[in-house]
Nanobody
Framework: QLQFVESGGGLVQPGGSLRLSCAASGITLNDYAIGWFRQAPGKEREGVSCISYTGSTVYADSVKGRFTISRDNAKNTVYLQMNSLKPEDTGVYYC???????????????????WGQGTQVTVSS
């Protein structure tokens, strides 16, 4: 059974860091594009970052230079390292996998097909 478990969220002060983890079962993360999406209260879900089968990555303009997505194939886990956090980074963060295997590239401009339950990130002083 396919399952994603996100962890690593929490409350952090502006300028702080968090590392989110997305551990998967029932799917080999390396075979698919994996994305991180977030949803702030009262706003639509937006794409944050993704990593493709080939390891190519994409970042939203708002997080470029601050966030880094990576993958540990041995642990079947994808990470999102978030540095220099801002209050506008607050939201529920979801990892998701796309449907099509072995994509050379990924996109965060559309939602993916399979989702985790999310982890709350709150950036506040």
């Amino acid at each position: 059974q396919l399952q994603f478990v996100e962890s690593g969220g929490g409350l952090v002060q502006p300028g702080g860091s968090l590392r989110l983890s997305c551990a998967a079962s029932g799917i080999t993360l390396n075979d698919y594009a994996i994305g991180w999406f977030r949803q702030a209260p009262g706003k639509e879900r937006e794409g944050v970052s993704c990593i493709s089968y080939t390891g190519s990555t994409v970042y939203a303009d708002s997080v470029k230079g601050r966030f880094t997505i990576s993958r540990d194939n041995a642990k079947n886990t994808v990470y999102l390292q978030m540095n220099s956090l801002k209050p506008e980074d607050t939201g529920v963060y979801y990892c998701a996998s796309d449907w099509v295997p072995y994509p050379p590239k990924c996109t965060i401009l559309r939602p993916y097909g399979r989702w985790g339950q999310g982890t709350q990130v709150t950036v506040s002083s």
